[in-house]
């Protein structure tokens, strides 16, 4: 939904986006992951513990823009 929200503005209005991400050209089977102290936890391993971080798929992000 966002990077389509982002196309029709540039698309309204001009200009270009510039995505800079971790991620790879095709899907993953689970891109949602936790990270506490520098190592990756279980996403339910004590909850509110551990920052969450999604991994992009650049190819669904293509698509859509």
């Known amino acids: ?3 389509e929200g ?3 503005r540039v698309s309204q209005h001009g ?3 510039l995505i800079i991400d971790y991620g790879q050209d095709r899907p993953y089977e689970a ?3 936790a990270i506490r102290q520098h190592k990756f ?3 339910l391993e004590q909850p509110g513990s551990a ?3 999604a991994r992009v798929d650049f190819s669904a ?3 859509a823009l």
Request: hydrophobic share 60%; glycine share 10%; no cysteine.
């Open 61 to 63: 992000l293509r698509w």
């Open 31 to 33: 891109s949602l992951q």
């Open 6 to 8: 982002l196309a029709k």
């Open 15 to 17: 200009g270009a986006a």
């Open 1 to 3: 939904a966002a990077a």
């Open 41 to 43: 936890v279980g996403l």
């Open 51 to 53: 920052d969450l971080s």
